[in-house]
């Protein structure tokens, strides 16, 4: 619910459990932040913006302008005029000059949630939630800004987004544009944050918060292994099940910053939005531009509340895909069993064992097409090798339809090869700088996806492979980051607006690529999880977590992805070993186990694995079967972490109607004469009794226990032989 109180000149906005507040100040219609926190039922809340105290506002002090506006918690601060924090806005006009700041115009208040022009957005019917327009403006710049807020009934969560409008009649550049900030008293916070690497992503971090600008980011043109666009500071005590967090995700899949201003008051400025990094964005007059979505989460449960509340909302609020309520084939790539070296007798030989042994995909990955036999060349030719799928794509996928099986299959839209025809043919489509020898990355380039002809190109390469045989799957990658930012195709003022014109054209290919082909599943990657964020979600219900599919690195990975995101959405497969990223050597059991946490899926030669391997494969698919509609639909909760304990990991799921639940527990290193551990459950419920089940021990018996027994006093789960050894442990309503 959103209401405006008149009098006291309050927006409140309401979620089931948490408040908002927005006040407007002095004669020149300030918007400043009230509180975010716990829900009120008082309006009476001003007094915290302290314009009771020096220097007061503007219109009784106007002496201490300067210190009004560097003090003053702006709902939507810009700079230039005193407010010596960091602004959320940045402009230059015509005339060179930066400097502005936001006062309230008018305001509307309407059911549901107005889509973002040409972005991927969080998304509700009337009854689902409730949107603020507060339109502000700065006159002397020519320029309004809508903040829009929406407040979702049904979760603890507030979006946000920013439009800037050019009112003048000239143009200015926008050098800056955040999409959400919270002016707020700084409560000696932690700052938890997202971060890796290649094969390492999304590793949480927690430290404290000092004084000055903290901020993750990334300018390498995509979301990134190594930043994440998610910000949160937490309450010092703060744990799994209790205390303060204030969390901000980003729907955007490009340049990002998060960032945490601790003051000279003790205030602190948390924002996010896109980088400013080469950012410059010209407004002509009467022209528009659209700052992505972030998904704002307050609590004071905890991380698992958090994470609740984020699962929530992209399983019901932003995954469109028919796919994002539906259990997904089982698929086998073959990308870690062949590379570059297969054809269509290898795949088919693969598809014929995979398909005994119930898998119900095969994905054929990077090298059917051009004349790549390595990841030197021919991105961008977008033609099938008949050498190598010899009989051609539509008799390969025929093959695989008759096996019972669907069939996927690879692309990279977004490179170009210097050895390929299409660069041969158009060398000015590769983002250049013009005269410098561009910078290769994986010996590729990336394409100027600024110029609509690219997309146009490219898009209808695609797809007119996809019209060609009954393909049900697409794995869309994008294997390098950005560099030399430069368009052949964009006049020199308008170079500044490339990184953010690459992700719209990204986005537009997804849209017309999933419109075109509504039963398409498809699953984002990058490099393995650069660009696992929700702006991806929004057009593919899945996106592959990490090249690195090694059980045990994988704990770590899932752990920290699932903060934020559904199970449902992380893709997990079960690979070869020695693994081929960290050569360890893991259970075939637990490397399905783990797997099964997410999407659930094979990357191996089914033909070449150990027969006992391959014969634990019919159980992993039966295992699958059984459990996945509880992993992708149930209540996600964290118990342990190996990430901080370094000794085990453990998560449950948990059914809506806390009939069932799953828990996975694995042991990473064995200790020696050690008892079983016992383990706190979460999200039973206390009245109900459950029969639990080791699923993958005979030699442990079943059991009746108690929900309330099982959350506050525990289970024992027995300490298992060996290293990296995993239980699964079933509980059903007895
Ligand atoms: C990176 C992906 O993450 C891998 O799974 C694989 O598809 C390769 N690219 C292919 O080049």
Same mark, same amino acid.
């Given at each position: 619910?959103?209401?405006?109180?008149?009098?006291?000149?309050?927006?409140?906005?309401?979620?089931?459990?948490?408040?908002?507040?927005?006040?407007?100040?002095?004669?020149?219609?300030?918007?400043?932040?009230?509180?975010?926190?716990?829900?009120?039922?008082?309006?009476?809340?001003?007094?915290?913006?302290?314009?009771?105290?020096?220097?007061?506002?503007?219109?009784?002090?106007?002496?201490?302008? @300067?210190?009004?506006?560097?003090?003053?918690?702006?709902?939507?601060?810009?700079?230039?005029?005193?407010?010596?924090?960091?602004?959320?806005?940045?402009?230059?006009?015509?005339?060179?000059?930066?400097?502005?700041?936001?006062?309230?115009?008018?305001?509307?208040?309407?059911?549901?949630?107005?889509?973002?022009?040409?972005?991927?957005?969080?998304?509700?019917?009337?009854?689902?939630?409730?949107?603020?327009?507060?339109? @502000?403006?700065?006159?002397? &710049?020519?320029?309004? /800004?809508?903040?829009?807020?929406?407040?979702?009934?049904?979760?603890?969560?507030?979006?946000?987004?920013?439009?800037?409008?050019?009112?003048?009649?000239?143009?200015?550049?926008?050098?800056?544009?955040?999409?959400?900030?919270?002016?707020?008293?700084?409560?000696?916070?932690?700052? &938890?944050?997202?971060?890796?690497?290649?094969?390492?992503?999304?590793?949480?971090?927690?430290?404290?918060?000092?004084?000055?600008?903290?901020?993750?980011?990334?300018?390498?043109?995509?979301?990134?292994?190594?930043?994440?666009?998610?910000?949160?500071?937490?309450?010092?005590?703060?744990?799994?099940?209790?205390?303060?967090?204030?969390?901000?995700?980003?729907?955007?899949?490009?340049?990002?910053?998060?960032?945490?201003?601790?003051?000279?008051?003790?205030?602190?400025?948390?924002?996010?939005?896109?980088?400013?990094?080469?950012?410059?964005?010209?407004?002509?007059?009467?022209?528009?531009?659209?700052?992505?979505?972030? /998904?704002?989460?307050?609590?004071?449960?905890?991380?698992?509340?958090?994470?609740?509340?984020?699962?929530?909302?992209?399983?019901?609020?932003?995954?469109?895909?028919?796919?994002?309520?539906?259990?997904?084939?089982?698929?086998?790539?073959?990308?870690?069993?062949?590379?570059?070296?297969?054809?269509?007798?290898?795949?088919?030989?693969?598809?014929?064992?995979?398909?005994?042994?119930?898998?119900?995909?095969?994905?054929?990955?990077?090298?059917?097409?051009?004349?790549?036999?390595?990841?030197?060349?021919?991105?961008?030719?977008?033609?099938?090798?008949?050498?190598?799928?010899?009989?051609?794509?539509?008799?390969?996928?025929?093959?695989?339809?008759?096996?019972?099986?669907?069939?996927?299959?690879?692309?990279?839209?977004?490179?170009?090869?210097?050895?390929?025809?299409?660069?041969?043919?158009?060398?000015?489509?590769?983002?250049?700088?013009?005269?410098?020898?561009?910078?290769?990355?994986?010996?590729?380039?990336?394409?100027?996806?600024?110029?609509?002809?690219?997309?146009? @190109?490219?898009?209808?390469?695609?797809?007119?492979?996809?019209?060609?045989?009954?393909?049900?799957?697409?794995?869309?990658?994008?294997?390098?980051?950005?560099?030399?930012?430069?368009?052949?195709?964009?006049?020199?003022?308008?170079?500044?607006?490339?990184?953010?014109?690459?992700?719209?054209?990204?986005?537009?290919?997804?849209?017309?690529?999933?419109?075109?082909?509504?039963?398409?599943?498809?699953?984002?990657?990058?490099?393995?999880?650069?660009?696992?964020?929700?702006?991806?979600?929004?057009?593919?219900?899945?996106?592959? @977590?990490?090249?690195?599919?090694?059980?045990?690195?994988?704990?770590?990975?899932?752990?920290?992805?699932?903060?934020?995101?559904?199970?449902?959405?992380?893709?997990?497969?079960?690979?070869?070993?020695?693994?081929?990223?960290?050569?360890?050597?893991?259970?075939?059991?637990?490397?399905?186990?783990?797997?099964?946490?997410?999407?659930?899926?094979?990357?191996?030669?089914?033909?070449?694995?150990?027969?006992?391997?391959?014969?634990?494969?019919?159980?992993?698919?039966?295992?699958?079967?059984?459990?996945?509609?509880?992993?992708?639909?149930?209540?996600?909760?964290?118990?342990?972490?190996?990430?901080?304990?370094?000794?085990?990991?453990?998560?449950? /799921?948990?059914?809506?109607?806390?009939?069932?639940?799953?828990?996975?527990?694995?042991?990473?290193?064995?200790?020696?004469?050690?008892?079983?551990?016992?383990?706190?459950?979460?999200?039973?419920?206390?009245?109900?009794?459950?029969?639990?089940?080791?699923?993958?021990?005979?030699?442990?018996?079943?059991?009746?226990?108690?929900?309330?027994?099982?959350?506050?006093?525990?289970?024992?789960?027995?300490?298992?032989?060996?290293?990296?050894?995993?239980?699964?442990?079933?509980?059903?309503?007895?």
């Amino acid at each position: 619910m959103i209401t405006y109180n008149e009098n006291e000149r309050v927006f409140k906005l309401d979620t089931p459990n948490t408040t908002y507040m927005i006040g407007i100040v002095d004669e020149e219609n300030f918007v400043g932040h009230i509180y975010y926190g716990r829900k009120l039922e008082d309006t009476d809340a001003s007094y915290l913006m302290r314009t009771g105290e020096p220097p007061f506002v503007p219109s009784r002090n106007n002496r201490e302008r @300067c210190s009004f506006y560097d003090c003053f918690p702006f709902e939507y601060p810009a700079s230039g005029l005193g407010d010596y924090r960091e602004g959320c806005i940045g402009i230059r006009t015509a005339g060179g000059h930066a400097g502005a700041v936001l006062s309230y115009v008018s305001h509307e208040i309407m059911a549901g949630k107005p889509g973002l022009e040409g972005l991927p957005a969080t998304f509700g019917t009337e009854e689902e939630c409730t949107t603020l327009k507060l339109l @502000c403006e700065d006159r002397y &710049v020519g320029m309004q /800004v809508e903040l829009l807020y929406t407040v979702f009934h049904d979760t603890d969560v507030i979006t946000r987004s920013v439009r800037v409008t050019n009112t003048g009649t000239g143009h200015f550049y926008l050098t800056k544009v955040y999409s959400a900030c919270i002016d707020m008293d700084n409560r000696d916070y932690d700052m &938890v944050t997202l971060h890796g690497s290649w094969a390492r992503e999304r590793h949480i971090q927690r430290k404290t918060l000092g004084y000055g600008i903290q901020s993750v980011s990334s300018f390498r043109g995509e979301s990134s292994h190594q930043d994440h666009p998610f910000l949160a500071l937490v309450d010092k005590n703060t744990t799994q099940e209790n205390g303060e967090i204030y969390a901000m995700n980003f729907v955007y899949s490009g340049n990002f910053r998060a960032q945490a201003e601790v003051t000279q008051f003790d205030y602190v400025r948390m924002t996010m939005g896109i980088h400013p990094e080469n950012f410059c964005w010209k407004l002509e007059s009467g022209e528009s531009f659209q700052a992505p979505e972030v /998904v704002m989460v307050y609590t004071d449960k905890g991380f698992d509340a958090m994470t609740a509340a984020f699962h929530r909302l992209y399983k019901k609020h932003l995954i469109r895909s028919e796919y994002r309520d539906r259990k997904r084939p089982i698929l086998i790539n073959n990308w870690e069993a062949t590379y570059f070296d297969f054809n269509t007798e290898k795949l088919l030989s693969i598809a014929r064992e995979a398909s005994k042994l119930g898998i119900e995909m095969l994905v054929m990955d990077d090298g059917w097409f051009g004349r790549r036999n390595a990841d030197d060349c021919a991105l961008g030719d977008w033609k099938v090798n008949e050498e190598k799928i010899n009989g051609g794509l539509k008799y390969l996928v025929d093959e695989v339809n008759k096996l019972g099986m669907k069939f996927g299959i690879w692309f990279e839209p977004e490179m170009i090869s210097p050895d390929s025809d299409l660069y041969r043919e158009h060398p000015d489509w590769a983002i250049a700088i013009p005269g410098r020898p561009g910078t290769e990355s994986r010996q590729q380039f990336v394409l100027d996806l600024s110029r609509q002809e690219v997309v146009d @190109c490219i898009y209808e390469k695609v797809a007119s492979v996809l019209r060609s045989a009954n393909i049900e799957y697409v794995k869309w990658d994008m294997n390098r980051q950005l560099t030399d930012i430069g368009s052949y195709g964009l006049p020199a003022d308008r170079q500044g607006e490339l990184y953010h014109r690459y992700v719209l054209a990204v986005y537009q290919m997804q849209d017309r690529l999933t419109k075109e082909f509504p039963h398409l599943l498809l699953e984002n990657c990058s490099g393995g999880g650069a660009r696992f964020d929700p702006g991806m979600l929004y057009f593919s219900p899945q996106i592959w @977590c990490s090249d690195d599919a090694d059980a045990i690195e994988r704990l770590e990975i899932q752990e920290g992805t699932a903060l934020l995101y559904p199970l449902s959405t992380m893709g997990a497969h079960v690979s070869d070993c020695p693994n081929h990223t960290v050569g360890r050597v893991t259970p075939f059991e637990t490397r399905g186990i783990v797997a099964l946490a997410g999407t659930f899926g094979y990357e191996l030669d089914v033909t070449k694995i150990p027969q006992e391997d391959r014969d634990m494969i019919p159980g992993q698919v039966a295992m699958y079967h059984k459990y996945n509609d509880l992993v992708r639909e149930g209540d996600y909760y964290r118990i342990a972490s190996y990430s901080q304990n370094h000794k085990f990991d453990c998560w449950q /799921v948990v059914s809506g109607d806390r009939k069932q639940s799953l828990v996975t527990f694995v042991q990473v290193l064995n200790r020696a004469n050690f008892k079983s551990r016992r383990i706190l459950l979460k999200g039973l419920d206390a009245g109900k009794r459950y029969n639990v089940s080791f699923v993958n021990d005979d030699n442990i018996e079943d059991k009746v226990y108690s929900g309330e027994m099982l959350m506050k006093a525990g289970l024992l789960v027995p300490n298992p032989w060996g290293d990296f050894r995993a239980r699964l442990i079933f509980l059903d309503e007895a």
